[in-house]
């Protein structure tokens, strides 16, 4: 049993807790969007230099994710003493440290480049402590299905509300507000987890201490033997790649098959802000038919509104905004489900309080390789297509295909996988008894 788990979280709780996601989704979109053009148009950066840093000191953050999730779970217990807090506490500062640099170079000539590769590595790294620290924490909060589901979902509005925010501020000028802003918010979410439930170390409950810190190679003996994370890995990983592909070519949709670069701010606030409006409705629909269940409707939803896309041409600026809003809408399941599902599939294996910090490190290192692979997928496909970015004419059907069906389809691979998947039994709520 985790430390917290006797009694559901209140809402109060729950936002002290969820509303650190929205300095962290705040920094998010700049350093992923906004990064290039500041170190291309500020200082005359070569963008090949600028992807070579970036794939390599992220390709390191990657492959230390694991490491870190085992770190965070080994140091939780008494013999180790530090709880989800603490390395809350001591990453974030770090981050703002890391954010701040990458955005206010000192130097100039061949000394940037350094510069910009050691804070990308601090800076990266620290923001995969906070977040598995912050993921593995939420996957402690709750007992049953409905809870998880509160859970998760009131820490991504959180995030949704930070995502809108940075996408009004997403230009090279700006960085100096989205930095301050990063700092204010972080050291105000820091002081309210304060006030979260649970975060403390593992055995710090009413339940008996663990004897011993877990092993490295009990932990990762535990995590590759739960079958029904394997399962629901393989579906996440799916459907995270057929959400990754649209995202790396709505730019190129925009311009080239609808003319509309212009209306590129309007349709991502309108996407995420739909996100956020909707993950009420997708929190109570978890309590009501499951968190599987409501995942898959989730799934299903997005492809009948993304479909619509395939018949989009020049100047169709209203009915693609009507897509943004109605795949906006099913995006709340994609961000609450998962990793609710994950803390049930880590409870039901009996790691809950023990490694959660093993599955979050695995899970995140298999979301930045879905984004990897949705460039490495969507990108050189379109150019075996012949289709030419910005090129003058019609864009060819292959954008269009790569942008709507092949997502689509990928999206309706991942559902059969989820509903196959050998996960836990839905836990019901008893009347009158909190689980």
């Known amino acids: 049993m985790s430390a917290v788990g006797s009694q559901a979280p209140r809402l109060p709780g729950l936002a002290a807790y969820g509303a650190l996601r929205m300095p962290l989704a705040l920094l998010e979109l700049p350093l992923f969007v906004l990064l290039p053009a500041f170190y291309s148009q500020q200082f005359g950066m070569e963008l090949a230099l600028i992807g070579a840093i970036l794939f390599g000191t992220r390709l390191v953050d990657a492959l230390a994710d694991p490491l870190i999730g085992a770190a965070i779970d080994r140091s939780r217990h008494p013999a180790g003493g530090w709880g989800y807090r603490h390395w809350l506490w001591a990453a974030l500062p770090a981050l703002a440290v890391g954010f701040w640099a990458m955005f206010s170079p000192p130097v100039d000539g061949g000394l940037l480049a350094v510069w910009l590769a050691l804070a990308s590595v601090l800076t990266y790294l620290a923001y995969s402590v906070a977040s598995i620290a912050y993921q593995a924490w939420g996957a402690e909060l709750g007992r049953t299905e409905r809870d998880r589901a509160r859970v998760t979902g009131i820490r991504e509005a959180f995030g949704l509300v930070g995502v809108v925010a940075a996408s009004t501020l997403l230009a090279p000028e700006n960085a100096p507000m989205l930095v301050a802003g990063f700092v204010v918010l972080s050291a105000l979410a820091a002081l309210a987890l304060n006030w979260a439930p649970g975060g403390r170390l593992a055995g710090a409950s009413d339940a008996a201490p663990r004897p011993s810190t877990p092993s490295l190679r009990g932990t990762w003996a535990s995590v590759a033997g739960n079958r029904a994370f394997r399962w629901l890995l393989a579906a996440f990983m799916l459907n995270g790649v057929a959400t990754a592909i649209p995202a790396t070519l709505v730019l190129f949709f925009v311009r080239d098959v609808l003319h509309a670069e212009t209306q590129v701010p309007l349709f991502l606030a309108s996407y995420f802000l739909a996100g956020a409006l909707g993950m009420p409705l997708w929190i109570a629909l978890a309590g009501r038919i499951g ?30 905004w009507v897509v943004c809003v109605l795949t906006g809408l099913a995006l709340g399941a994609d961000l609450a489900m998962p990793p609710a599902l994950l803390a049930a599939v880590i409870a039901g294996h009996g790691d809950s309080g023990r490694r959660e910090g093993a599955y979050f490190g695995l899970w995140n290192l298999a ?69």
């Open 367 to 435: 979301t930045k390789f879905n984004l990897a692979l949705a460039a490495g997928l969507g990108l050189p496909l379109l150019a075996l297509f012949g289709y030419v970015p910005g090129a003058s004419g019609e864009a060819p059907l292959s954008l269009t295909l790569a942008y709507a069906a092949l997502p689509s389809a990928l999206k309706l691979a991942a559902g059969a996988l989820l509903l196959t998947a050998p996960l836990p039994e839905r836990e019901r709520e008893r009347i009158g008894v909190q689980s």
């Open 291 to 320: 968190l599987r269940n409501a995942w898959l409707l989730g799934m299903a939803f997005a492809v009948l509104a993304f479909v619509w896309a395939l018949g989009l041409e020049r100047g169709d600026v209203w009915p693609f």
